[in-house]
């Protein structure tokens, strides 16, 4: 699954957004981990501190 904003399914499926309550989108734990990781390792972003952690410690 891409990583889609609330505004793209507000434009693709916005007849379902108002039938429902609330959303909720579920990520597999382990994918988001490695995700993060290669993110991280591969340099991050200036903004982000956390990725320091990971290359300090890999």
Do not use: K, N
Request: one cysteine or more; hydrophobic letters at 50%; proline letters at 5%.
């Amino acid at each position: 699954m891409l990583h889609e904003t609330m505004h793209f399914f507000t434009r693709t499926a916005p007849a379902t957004l108002r039938q429902i309550p609330s959303v909720a989108i579920l990520r597999d734990p382990v994918a988001r981990f490695v995700s993060s990781y290669c993110y991280a390792r591969a340099g991050g972003a200036a903004i982000d501190r956390l990725w320091i952690r990971f290359v300090i410690v890999t």
